[in-house]
C-alpha cells in the first residue's frame, strides 16, 4: 500500500513539472506585439478657452400675431365645410355655410314689409297732393267770399291731417328698409367668410351639426407675422425692454433666430415668479403653438467649447476622441452642456490646450494613431 501511495505522489509531481514546462518556455515565442490600426484623413484641433455668455432663459409659445376665431352669429344647420385644417384662404373666402330657416324667411317677410310701406307711402302722398289742391282752391273761394270760413277751415285741417298721414308713411317706409336690411345681414350670416389672408389652423364643426351663435366653427392665423409669447424669469424684470433684440430658439428651426421684444408686461405672477415677454420674430418654418426659447445675455465666463459635429453620442454617454501626444486616439467620457451656437459647451472632461479630432470623427477607433 505504502509503494503504490509513493508511486502516485511521484506521478502527480512529475505531471505537475510537465505542465509547467509546457506552459512555460521561451517567453518571446509565445507574445505577439500587435501595432496599433494607422488612420488618415482627420482633422485635429487644439482645444482653446473661450468666453462664453451667460444666458437666462424666457420659454414660450410662438402665436401668430393676427388671429381670427371665426364664430357663428345665427343658429343654424352646417350644410357644408369647404376648407381643411392647413389650407390658405383669402380674405373674403366662403368657409362654412349654413341653413338657418328663420333668417331667411324673416329677410322674406321684411322685404314684404317694405313694398307694403312703399304702397303706403304712395297714397299717402295722393292724399297729401288732393288736400294741397283742394285747400289752394278754397283758399281762392274764401277771397271771393264764396265759401265760409268754417268751410275753409275744414279743407285747411284735411291737408295737415294729409301732410302728417304722409310723414308717417314715409317713416314707416324708412323702418321697414332698416328692418329689411338687418333681415337681410342675418340671413346673409349663413354664409360664413374669412375675414383675413391666412392659414386654417382650427376646425370645430362638420356638416350636419347644429350651431348656435358664438358657436366657435373655425381658426384662421395670419402668416410671416408670428409672436413668441415667453415667461420671464423675475430677475429680468426692468432689464427686458421693448425694442431690444434677443436671440431665440424655436423647436423645429434649425435657423438662428433674432426676435424684437414687442411689449412687456409689468405684472409678476406670485406663483411662477416670471413675467410676460412677447417677442416679434420672423423665420421661415415657424408654426403657431412652437416651443420657444428667448436668450437673455446676463454675463460671460471662460469654458470650453466643441462642434457639434464631434460629439460621439452612445446610448446616454457622450464622448470626443481625444488624441494624445504620442498621437493615439482614445475616447473620451464628457459633460455637454447648453449649445452656444452651432457648438456645444463641454462642462467637464476636456480641458483647453488638449487635441481633438474635428473632422472624419467616423473613420476614428479607440486606440488609433492618427497621421
Do not use: H
Not at 61 to 70: F, G, K, L, P, Q
Not at 238 to 264: C, L, M, N, W, Y
Amino acid at each position: 500500500m505504502r509503494n503504490v501511495a509513493v508511486r502516485s505522489a511521484f506521478l502527480a509531481v512529475a505531471a505537475s513539472m510537465l505542465i509547467i514546462a509546457g506552459c512555460g518556455g521561451n517567453g518571446k515565442e509565445g507574445t505577439t506585439v500587435t501595432a496599433p490600426p494607422v488612420v488618415k484623413g482627420v482633422t485635429v484641433q487644439a482645444v482653446t478657452a473661450t468666453a462664453i455668455p451667460d444666458q437666462l432663459e424666457a420659454v414660450g409659445t410662438v402665436r401668430a400675431r393676427n388671429s381670427a376665431m371665426i364664430a357663428a352669429r345665427i343658429p343654424g344647420t352646417v350644410t357644408a365645410v369647404l376648407v381643411r385644417e392647413g389650407d390658405r384662404v383669402g380674405r373674403g373666402k366662403l368657409l362654412v355655410t349654413l341653413q338657418a330657416t328663420e333668417t331667411v324667411a324673416g329677410a322674406a317677410g321684411a322685404r314684404a314689409g317694405v313694398e307694403q310701406a312703399s304702397g303706403g307711402v304712395e297714397e299717402a302722398r295722393a292724399r297729401k297732393q288732393l288736400a294741397d289742391v283742394t285747400l289752394e282752391r278754397y283758399s281762392k273761394l274764401l277771397q271771393e267770399q264764396a265759401v265760409t270760413r268754417q268751410e275753409f277751415d275744414t279743407r285747411k285741417a284735411e291737408q295737415q291731417m294729409a301732410t302728417q298721414g304722409l310723414a308717417r308713411a314715409e317713416a314707416g317706409l324708412a323702418q321697414a328698409r332698416e328692418g329689411a336690411k338687418a333681415a337681410g345681414t342675418m340671413a346673409g350670416y349663413n354664409r360664413v367668410t374669412s375675414p383675413i389672408n391666412g392659414i386654417v389652423t382650427g376646425k370645430s364643426v362638420d356638416v350636419g351639426m347644429t350651431v348656435f351663435p358664438g358657436a366657435p366653427l373655425l381658426t384662421v392665423e395670419e402668416e410671416g407675422n408670428y409672436r413668441l409669447e415667453a415667461s420671464a424669469p423675475e430677475s429680468l424684470l426692468g432689464k427686458a425692454r421693448v425694442g431690444q433684440k434677443v436671440a431665440v430658439a424655436v423647436d423645429g428651426v434649425s435657423t438662428a433666430i433674432t426676435g424684437r421684444i414687442a411689449e412687456v408686461v409689468p405684472t409678476v405672477d406670485p406663483a411662477s415668479r416670471t413675467f410676460t415677454v412677447k417677442v416679434d420674430v420672423a423665420a421661415k418654418g415657424l408654426r403657431s403653438g412652437s416651443y420657444g426659447r428667448a436668450l437673455f445675455p446676463v454675463g460671460s465666463r471662460q469654458g470650453v467649447l466643441v462642434p457639434k459635429g464631434v460629439v460621439v453620442e452612445r446610448g446616454a454617454l457622450t464622448s470626443v476622441w481625444v488624441v494624445d501626444k504620442d498621437k493615439i486616439a482614445r475616447m473620451r467620457l464628457v459633460k455637454i452642456g447648453k449649445p452656444v451656437g452651432d457648438q456645444l459647451e463641454v462642462l467637464s472632461g476636456l480641458s483647453a490646450g488638449e487635441q481633438i479630432v474635428i473632422g472624419g470623427v467616423e473613420k476614428v477607433v479607440d486606440g488609433a494613431r492618427i497621421e
